[in-house]
């Protein structure tokens, strides 16, 4: 395989977060917010561009805005039998537990852009062609879908015009036929000179509903293309130019926008051509937080390297992906034999920023799931930068495989409070090694380590019992990470699952995060993590984690962070996994609650 690093840095180098990803151009952002993480959707632009040559879709993934995981391509050309090129900007909705992407492609039996429906059960996929043929056709491109307050959704697109049709609910068909939004100077702006395209709007609309107001963000004049908006009372029009959003800036003479509210602020995701070999056909995702005017007009948002402040911290006490990243130097990543990606292509003095971590009183060793057919070599673990204290080494031997797989483990000493992680990588020349993820000890448990026994499920059943009737058992051919996970098979009640007693783990009014992944033997069920705990004759259920549709075609990650608090004294608490209803066996694995 040919591959082309995309950035490779001088070690010592602080970095910005800006843009989102590092080891592709990426382009097109939508960003779609489930279960308390940022889902974004982007196009790829191959290296070399001279052209919009886009084969693939990526999914990437974040709770905190700052580390994102890079879940690879479950979307392109192929996908679409009837599709021969140009993977271009689309989005994707969530509605009836099903997630669905709207792309355009280029229609081989009419060598014209047409728009696509991919249809999948998690927001990572694998997606499927929805309806086997073009959902419309027209030639034109960029949908942006929207479903508003009474359940009608609308699908959006067009360049040079602008288009929508009124889906169906069922989000793969629609009732009418496409009709044309007049595009007026005083709907959306007016452009100089262009008597074929006298109003500002270009493509790559953008449509969402905010305090009653619907807005459409689109990319304005090319070229080079700015970011402008129009507001209407309702979701057909009639609609009014509001201005610019984002003027042109960034070395690439598209832009595209995507925007959303999470944790409680808005972000606007946009690309540029920031990139080392960057420009107009590769181009590279960022994102800027902003806060609305207080009539809902849009500030202007220019273009940063510092990106969005990160929500939170990330834990290091819980499995991470390798592929979870702030910022990769020379890196590449991969589909891993184990699920999800890997990151590989690694080679001396190379790094990956994972940022905010919080180790709290301290880490006493670092764990990382590792394979090498190369040289092997060292992971080096090193704070603030990547020339930072070094407060760990692990060696990575020789496995024999690039997806041969084992793990490496180093005492760590120095990483205290909530750091930046670099860690970076030493050895030999060529590739040294993979890396699929990675954990922090910490100081036996508490405040910094996982309060359950065998929350990684590599030690059979040990630690777990069951709550009510379950039957659990140790599986080691379908597992999230390592070389096991657990089975629950028998449940007779939706609150039957594995479970721990953590009565002697707990601290009052503490707040504790759960991470759990789970994916269902049969069905689709909404599995979540519970604790009940009993005082003075009490008890009282806590819901640890949102619950959260799961398959058995992948793992489901349900997280969340509660606060526990009683009244008197705590006879008894136990950690749990259930589902909201029904009876579905479970497998489950890589549990952290702490
Ligand atoms: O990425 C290909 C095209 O470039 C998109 O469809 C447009 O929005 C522009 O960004």
Redesign the pocket.
């Known amino acids: 395989m040919s591959l082309v690093c995309v950035l490779a840095l001088v070690p010592g180098t602080a970095r910005a977060d800006n843009p989102i990803v590092q080891h592709i151009y990426t382009?097109?952002p939508a960003p779609l917010v489930h279960n308390g993480r940022v889902y974004l959707y982007t196009?790829h632009d191959e290296d070399g561009s001279t052209y919009?040559t886009?084969k693939e879709w990526r999914v990437w993934s974040s709770a905190d805005m700052v580390n994102w995981t890079d879940h690879g391509s479950p979307l392109n050309i192929s996908t679409f039998s009837w599709a021969s090129a140009n993977a271009?900007?689309g989005q994707v909705i969530a509605r009836n537990g099903k997630f669905y992407w709207y792309v355009?492609v280029t229609n081989r039996a009419t060598n014209s852009m047409a728009i696509g429906v991919a249809v999948g059960d998690s927001p990572t996929g694998p997606f499927r062609d929805a309806i086997g043929r073009p959902l419309v056709g027209n030639g034109e491109?960029?949908p942006t879908v929207f479903i508003d307050d009474d359940g009608q959704a609308y699908l959006y697109w067009g360049n040079p015009n602008l288009w929508y049709v009124k889906l169906n609910a069922d989000m793969i068909s629609y009732s009418g036929s496409a009709t044309k939004i007049p595009l007026t100077t005083a709907g959306f702006g007016t452009r100089n000179g262009n008597a074929s395209r006298p109003t500002l709007y270009e493509?790559?609309p953008w449509v969402y509903k905010r305090n009653g107001t619907y807005y459409n963000v689109f990319?304005a004049e090319c070229c080079s293309e700015f970011i402008a908006y129009s507001t209407a009372p309702g979701p057909t029009g009639p609609w009014t130019y509001r201005g610019t959003i984002m003027p042109r800036q960034g070395g690439s003479f598209?832009?595209?926008a995507g925007v959303v509210d999470f944790n409680g602020g808005s972000y606007f995701f946009y690309?540029n051509g920031a990139l080392p070999g960057g420009g107009g056909y590769t181009r590279s995702v960022a994102v800027e937080k902003f806060t609305y005017n207080s009539n809902g007009t849009f500030p202007t948002i220019t273009m940063t390297t510092a990106g969005a402040p990160q929500v939170g911290t990330l834990n290091p006490y819980v499995r991470q992906e390798a592929e979870t990243i702030a910022w990769g130097s020379g890196i590449e990543t991969e589909v891993s034999s184990e699920g999800g990606m890997n990151v590989g292509w690694i080679e001396n003095g190379d790094y990956i920023k994972v940022k905010g971590v919080a180790f709290g009183a301290g880490a006493t060793s670092f764990n990382a799931r590792v394979a090498s057919a190369g040289s092997g070599g060292r992971i080096e673990v090193r704070l603030d930068n990547s020339n930072g204290p070094l407060v760990g080494t692990c060696t990575v031997p020789v496995t024999g495989g690039w997806q041969t797989w084992t793990n490496t483990t180093c005492a760590v000493s120095g990483a205290t409070g909530t750091r930046d992680v670099f860690l970076r990588f030493a050895g030999g020349s060529g590739n040294l090694f993979n890396v699929n993820w990675w954990q922090f000890s910490g100081t036996g448990g508490g405040v910094d380590g996982n309060l359950l026994t065998n929350g990684n499920l590599e030690n059979g059943t040990t630690g777990w019992g069951a709550l009510g009737a379950a039957t659990l058992s140790s599986n080691t051919a379908v597992v999230h990470g390592g070389a096991g996970s657990l089975s629950v098979t028998g449940r007779t009640a939706a609150w039957n699952g594995p479970s721990q007693d953590v009565t002697s783990k707990l601290t009052n009014g503490k707040s504790y995060t759960t991470s759990v992944w789970v994916r269902s033997q049969s069905g689709t069920p909404a599995a979540k993590a519970t604790l009940s705990l009993t005082a003075n004759g009490t008890t009282n259920y806590l819901q640890l984690t949102p619950a959260t549709g799961v398959n058995a075609n992948g793992w489901t990650q349900l997280t969340g962070t509660a606060t526990v608090s009683w009244s008197g004294t705590l006879s008894s608490a136990g950690f749990y996994v259930e589902t909201a209803e029904g009876t579905d066996s479970l497998l489950v694995d890589d549990v952290s609650f702490q």
Do not use: L
């Open positions: 382009a097109d196009g919009f886009m271009w900007a355009p491109i960029d493509e790559g990319a598209t832009n595209h690309h």
